[in-house]
């Protein structure tokens, strides 16, 4: 390639800032956070969740693949075995221990790809800081997805005459009056029974974690709007 000459060697250097010369005299723009929040992108990775299916029971079943799948060892999985008298997910057996270490998780989202139920993935939420090491441990509790209406908190029977696959084929849309009277005979003052609801009990409280974590964000966004 031809070297510039003239005029256009001497103009070289300040085409070089073009781009800064062109911004120089632009109003700035910044994000006021907290006071003001810029929702991210939909498929931005952040904090994970557990979800459940349409009838309350966990997609978790605990075989793991997400904990071998995570280059950074951060998360932390034990399976038990599903009973009658305790049944949280469908099929054989779920996660009994679900753990992780937000001090390790680099948030790639290899664990997701991993997930055979579609169990595990990655919300929208980034507010995600505290002072202890503790802190930055999510358990089970913290991470599964709260209830929608209509859904009985697990445990309890699948839905009669279903197997695992009609679960994953997204055939359950609900529970049915018999898990209804399952968690009523067994857990009476459950507050996701539509009795109890009705009544105004107050749901299940979050994990001690997550809700440390919802009190510590709430605090910094009242200091930064101030």
Request: hydrophobic share 35%.
């Amino acid at each position: 390639m031809p070297g510039s000459t003239g005029l256009q060697a001497a103009l070289a250097p300040v085409a070089g800032f073009g781009v800064t010369l062109a911004n120089l005299f632009r109003p700035t723009v910044t994000e006021q956070y907290p006071s003001e929040k810029i929702p991210p992108k939909p498929r931005f990775h952040g904090r994970h969740q557990l979800n459940r299916y349409a009838d309350g029971l966990e997609k978790c079943i605990g075989c793991e693949l997400c904990a071998w799948a995570c280059p950074a060892d951060a998360i932390y999985v034990e399976a038990a075995d599903n009973t009658p008298d305790e049944q949280y997910s469908p099929g054989e057996r779920y996660g009994r221990v679900y753990q992780i270490n937000y001090l390790r998780c680099i948030l790639c989202g290899l664990c997701i790809e991993a997930c055979p139920t579609r169990a595990l993935t990655m919300t929208n939420d980034f507010e995600l800081a505290g002072p202890t090491r503790a802190g930055l441990i999510w358990e089970k509790e913290d991470l599964l997805a709260p209830l929608r209406n209509g859904m009985l908190s697990s445990p309890h029977p699948m839905v009669e005459g279903t197997t695992d696959t009609d679960y994953y084929n997204g055939a359950v849309t609900g529970p049915t009056e018999q898990q209804e009277a399952w968690v009523t005979e067994n857990r009476p003052d459950d507050p996701s029974l539509p009795a109890n609801v009705a009544k105004g009990v107050p749901p299940a409280p979050r994990g001690e974690t997550a809700q440390a974590q919802a009190d510590l964000t709430a605090a910094a966004i009242r200091q930064g709007t101030r």
